[in-house]
């Protein structure tokens, strides 16, 4: 039997049906929006192919997503497929986000671009991956760029480590990332459901909570007073 659940009730790790693909709950944020990630790699993709010369923009890097061509073609297909699907989510759902563009040392050369559709930086990608939330056999793409080489992106490995590639290299998975309203409901089967502690919480009034805070208070005090009597 399927049931209804608000995105923002499914614990990190939930996976459910987005519409074009399956998507796996990474945060939910006080502002009302939810970080998701393709579950598995959409397509292997090139970061950027090379344009030619004459049209070649003058800041043109192949590391740089501003310039890259996965970057052109998320923003487009892979948005429009959202309404096509005429899933739980709608292109109009989909948050736009600030993408942080430094690279694998720190340095911010390339600044951050504003896109619906991103990848995660490498930053996110270790913060996720620490709590058990990325794993993934494929390779795939950050879009960080690799530092001293503007040829060189940055690739999460089969096993989970991180390191880097030609951009120009078609087989790296695509793995997008976007934020999504946390209000949106989606459906799952009762057994796929897990929700998030403060969807548990959520059935409460303030004033049971707090009754069950002391009562817990006072039980800790009771064992504790038990223990200091031997």
């Not at 993408?99 to 694998?104: A, G, P």
């Not at 990608?125 to 960080?144: N, V």
Request: overall charge negative; aromatic content about 10%; glycine content about 6%.
């Amino acid at each position: 039997m399927s049931v209804k659940v608000k995105i923002k009730h499914l614990k990190p790790g939930t996976v459910f049906n987005a519409g074009p693909v399956a998507v796996r709950v990474l945060e939910h944020f006080a502002d009302g929006k939810t970080l998701v990630i393709a579950d598995e790699c959409i397509a292997d993709r090139p970061f950027t192919c090379q344009p030619f010369k004459p049209n070649r923009p003058e800041d043109w890097k192949a590391n740089n997503w501003r310039t890259s061509t996965l970057r052109a073609d998320l923003n487009r297909d892979f948005l429009n497929s959202f309404d096509e699907a005429g899933g739980p989510i709608l292109s109009e759902n989909i948050i736009p986000a600030e993408w942080d563009l430094t690279d694998s040392a720190g340095n911010n050369t390339y600044g951050s671009v504003t896109d619906k559709i991103g990848l995660l930086t490498e930053a996110m990608f270790r913060k996720y991956s620490e709590q058990g939330l990325l794993d993934l056999d494929d390779w795939w793409w950050l879009i960080t760029p690799y530092a001293g080489l503007s040829c060189n992106a940055r690739i999460v490995h089969t096993d989970g480590t991180l390191d880097h590639s030609y951009a120009s290299y078609g087989d790296r998975g695509v793995r997008p990332a976007l934020y999504v309203e946390s209000e949106i409901e989606v459906e799952l089967e009762e057994d796929e459901v897990d929700l998030s502690p403060s969807a548990l919480l959520e059935g409460f009034t303030t004033r049971q909570l707090v009754e069950e805070l002391f009562r817990r208070i006072g039980t800790e005090k009771e064992v504790i007073e038990d223990d200091n009597d031997f």
